[in-house]
């Protein structure tokens, strides 16, 4: 058997162990066996799972070369590689491209061996730029073979065997075997110079139909602080998703239909008795949806025609639905208010609009034998080992319950949506849930993982700084809108308090104001792992130094402000750079600064796999610590002691102007809107 063969048989049992294993999983979230604490750990067992294929796959191909060729390195067909780059791309994949092919070509026998890229700290740019860390994995490898080689001597064969790349000035092997990597300034000052005239480009990527269901709040009640994670999260994947290029739909799935409707209804009609022919000034939904269920608990014959008003409403009658509709409107325009302040674009789609989906759901699922008699319900199991918790599609009643709306709902986004991505933002006490409804539309041929993808965008709970739930000091949940009032009571203390309004207008401070208040709301959650709790603070979000919203806007403004302060025009960075100007990437920190630039696409390409934003908040806040070190080292506008202007260096102007640009659409994936004066 030749080594690759060998190679091939140790995968196809990884593979088979770790099947093995997401059967253990499974059965753990269904509350057998092992117990993990959250997915990550499922998850990650799922990518490698991935990655095994990927590499089987590979090897299948090497190994049939090998058996069709006189030498298997004279047939491996490397990945193509471009020999001229002048666009931004993603470094960090380029790299695994071109020493994997290295790898291939060094040792034959390990060709679809992935290369391990890792970026190196700025602050350690002796090192290198990226660094390839492979050979002490292909070490061990080549000893199962009956190879012994260090790493160190693994390294320098892979290294004589690095395709010429344009972004790689050179490699260096350190220590016990590490691939240090420097990046090529010419690459850097072509991008950048593309980057002013073109604008910041997104990075290449298949194009998708990406269905983001977040937000969906209930009808009749309040937005509170539990909805905001879900539509903060949720906004900033639909604007990286857009910025990609995807075809993104927003969706609300609101809670608009059930049986407390029949209370509200009754109450409606009571209360507003010629509601059919002027609309109820409801001035208070969370009041009057409270004032009927006060009524529901406490008054029988009300209950009775609250059940009635359910009866009427399910079977279409006119003045019920009428009266459905009207507490609808008033909800949507309460949610539409706060979407608004926020900036959100999202589009709803209730629960009331799978009604005639249900029914329809219910007969496919019968037609397949999926479902089940139990005491009156019918049930459908996820997948076809039975166990853990069924579906409830019927009640004993004949009624219909979520699980019913979901699975009519996924089928809808997948064959009428013609969605190929389906991403829920819901917390992660959902996680079980929606796990189960993806089992279950992959049994009944809804859902093919193979074509096409859901995921659960999970989060934890917002906590006051007591470490408990955010909650008012009565104990009751915060409402959204009294939240975003006290941001801008806090962001407008924060302003007075810097004398911010004796230098801008009433509609420069107005604006800052906004800017802050709901910034700094959004980048305190974004900013954290969402799949951890995190502490709700107003005095932590509005600190100006560290890694917060108020940072970071302000110091995009003062970048954006050195081009207009210099004298000179830089309003058309294409006719700044044809007059001849050009930027030199001489001193360390022009250099550095510039590196940490072209990290745009992998951090993109990163948080569009795995959905985790927060890298995205690191890097905005890298980029600015970075732009501060080359503004305290290096003049851009040079003046005399009279204050006047005696230089101005028009190359690091335009490398400020580069910033800003990266910048910009960094805070518009996160959601933040900067402000000219702040």
Known sequence: MSTLEGENAALSEMERITAK??????????????????????MKLQTENLKLKHRLAILNKAIAAEQNATSSAKHYVPATLPTAIDE??????????????AIALAFPQLAGTTAIISSVNASAAKFGDYQCNSAMSLAKTLKTSGINKSPRVIANEVVKNVAQSPLVAKTEVAGAGYINVFL??????????????????PPLCRKQRILVDFSSPNIAKQMHVGHLRSTIIGDSICRLMEFLGHDVLRINHLGDWGTQFGMLIAHL????PNYINESPPIGDLQAFYKESKKRFDEDEEFKKRAYNCVVLLQSGDPNSTKAWTQICDVSRAEFQAIYERLDVRIHP????FYQSRMIDIVKFLDSKGLLEEDEGRKIMWPDETKTGIPLTIVKSDGGFTYDTSDMAAIRYRLYEQKADWLVY???SGQSTHLQNIYRAAERAGIFDPKTQRADHVNFGVVLGEDGKKFKTRSGETIKLSDLLDEGLKRALDKLLEKERDKVLTAEELRAAQESVAYGCIKYADLSHNRANDYVFSFDKMLEDRGNTAVY?????TRICSISSNCGEDFSDLGKVLDAGVIIKLEHEKEWKLAKTLLKFHDVLNRISKDLFIHPLCEYCYEVCTVFSEFYDNCYCIEKNKSGEIVKVNRGRILLCEATSAVLKQCLNI?????????
């Open 552 to 556: 970071l806007l302000y110091a995009f």
């Open 88 to 101: 931004m791309i993603s470094i960090t994949e380029h790299l695994v491209d071109l020493f994997t092919n």
């Open 349 to 352: 789609i209730g629960e009331s």
């Open 184 to 201: 090529k300034k010419e690459y850097a000052l072509n991008v950048i110079s593309n980057m002013l005239r073109f604008g910041v480009k």
């Open 425 to 427: 933002v819901v917390d």
């Open 670 to 678: 996160l959601g933040l809107k900067p402000v000219a004066k702040i």
């Open 21 to 42: 294993l997401q059967t253990q999983i499974e059965q753990t979230k269904r509350g057998e066996g092992l117990e993990f604490e959250d997915d990550e750990e499922y």
């Open 269 to 272: 009609e009571e209360s507003f």
